[in-house]
């Protein structure tokens, strides 16, 4: 059974960073796609950034060229580098797992991820 568990949220002020972390257990085989994803109160879920294994990331414009998507393929392990936070950016962050089809896309669309984390509260003070 697949499960994936976030770590690292917290709180800052604007212009801070923080680096959040998510250890899969269970997830094995190919074509791994990972992704995080967050939701602010009265907001629905957004889509941050995913990526697979060997593969290129992807990113929703809001967080370009401030946050980082990264995977430790070994270990099993997601990362997001959040820089130049704002307040914008407080939410709660998932980390979300999934098999990609053959032929499909690694995109963080929020419908095609199977597997979720608790989440873990970032909150960016201005």
């Known amino acids: 059974q697949v499960q994936v568990a976030e770590s690292g949220g917290g709180s800052v002020q604007a212009g801070g960073s923080l680096r959040l972390s998510c250890a899969a257990s269970?997830?094995?085989?190919?074509?791994?796609?990972m992704g995080w994803f967050r939701q602010s109160p009265g907001k629905e879920r957004e889509g941050v950034a995913s990526?697979?294994?060997?593969?290129?990331?992807s990113y929703v414009d809001s967080v370009k060229g401030r946050f980082t998507i990264s995977i430790d393929s070994a270990n099993n392990t997601l990362y997001l580098q959040m820089n130049g936070l704002k307040a914008e950016d407080t939410a709660v962050y998932y980390c979300?797992?999934?098999?990609?089809?053959?032929?499909?896309?690694?995109?963080?669309?929020?419908?095609?991820?199977?597997?979720w984390g608790q989440g873990t509260q970032v909150t960016v003070s201005s």
């Open positions: 990526i697979e294994s060997d593969a290129e990331s």
């Open positions: 979300a797992a999934r098999y990609r089809p053959f032929g499909d896309f690694c995109r963080p669309r929020d419908y095609e991820f199977n597997y």
């Open positions: 269970g997830y094995t085989g190919p074509r791994r796609c």
